[in-house]
């Protein structure tokens, strides 16, 4: 049974950092999709970051460009999400995703990932 666990979550004010991390158990297949996406209340769940493990290449929202970095430990079977320079407009729920049947990432899809973690929420304060 795939499970995706997310931690990382806090309080920060702007311009600070926090970085989440996403442990993944269940699965052997070193060649998939992993993503990070965040919601508020009210409003779809949206992209924020995500990379092909094939290449190891990652692919950005344009709204997280130059602050947000993924990466991942394979030996850890976890992948992070380095966010620097926060905003308040970043405060939300973040959910890590997975998905084992891709390709290299031209964008971010819901719809694209099968699974998903419980999320860990980042609250940014100005």
């Known amino acids: 049974q795939v499970q995706l666990v997310e931690s990382g979550g806090g309080s920060v004010q702007a311009g600070g950092s926090l970085r989440l991390s996403c442990v993944g158990s269940?699965?052997?297949?070193?060649?998939?999709?992993m993503a990070w996406f965040r919601q508020t209340p009210g409003k779809e769940r949206e992209g924020v970051a995500g990379?092909?493990?094939?290449?190891?290449?990652?692919y950005y929202a344009d709204f997280v460009k130059g602050r947000f970095t993924i990466s991942q430990d394979n030996a850890k079977n976890t992948v992070y999400l380095q966010m620097n320079s926060l905003k308040p407009e970043d405060t939300a729920m973040y959910y890590c995703?997975?998905?084992?049947?891709?390709?290299?990432?031209?964008?971010?899809?819901?719809?694209?990932?099968?699974?998903w973690g419980q999320g860990t929420q980042v609250t940014v304060s100005s």
């Open positions: 990379f092909y493990t094939g290449t190891g290449r990652g």
């Open positions: 995703a997975a998905n084992f049947l891709c390709g290299p990432i031209t964008a971010l899809k819901e719809g694209d990932f099968d699974y």
């Open positions: 269940g699965y052997t297949n070193r060649r998939n999709c």
